[in-house]
Nanobody, 125 residues
Framework: VQLVESGGGLVQAGGSLRLSCAAS????????MGWFRQAIGKEREFVTA????????YYADSVKGRFTISRDNAKNTVYLQMNSLKPEDTAVYYC???????????????????WGQGTQVTVSS
């Protein structure tokens, strides 16, 4: 399975970005999908996750109400809509896939089997 993120860039505080993650080589519709991020000098942290059928979503407290995860199984793509961006959202954002359709520890990196290369998001103040 290959995951390719896109949509990162530079945006002013208060602005919006939408990240995409396109999957290939596997059965995307069965996967739990997640987004993590890593800022310079910090550990990679959980941002959000979505179940295989979109029925359940999970968010870190720091992004709740500002970020929205969604997926299109017909396009093998997961999205991250980021609104009201803050400078502290600056990080490399990684897409991750778990072939476990019923991931319990959705906020744990080891729950995911495949990772993208990351896309940089920079929020200026």
């Amino acid at each position: 399975v290959q995951l390719v993120e896109s949509g990162g860039g530079l945006v002013q505080a208060g602005g919006s970005l939408r990240l995409s993650c396109a999957a290939s080589g596997g059965t995307f519709s069965h996967y739990t999908m997640g987004w993590f991020r890593q800022a310079i000098g910090k550990e990679r942290e959980f941002v959000t996750a979505i179940s295989w059928n979109s029925h359940t979503t999970y968010y870190a407290d720091s992004v709740k109400g500002r970020f929205t995860i969604s997926r299109d199984n017909a396009k093998n793509t997961v999205y991250l809509q980021m609104n009201s961006l803050k400078p502290e959202d600056t990080a490399v954002y990684y897409c991750a896939a778990s072939y476990d359709s019923y991931v319990r520890k959705y906020d744990v990196q080891s729950s995911y089997d495949y990772w993208g290369q990351g896309t940089q998001v920079t929020v200026s103040s």
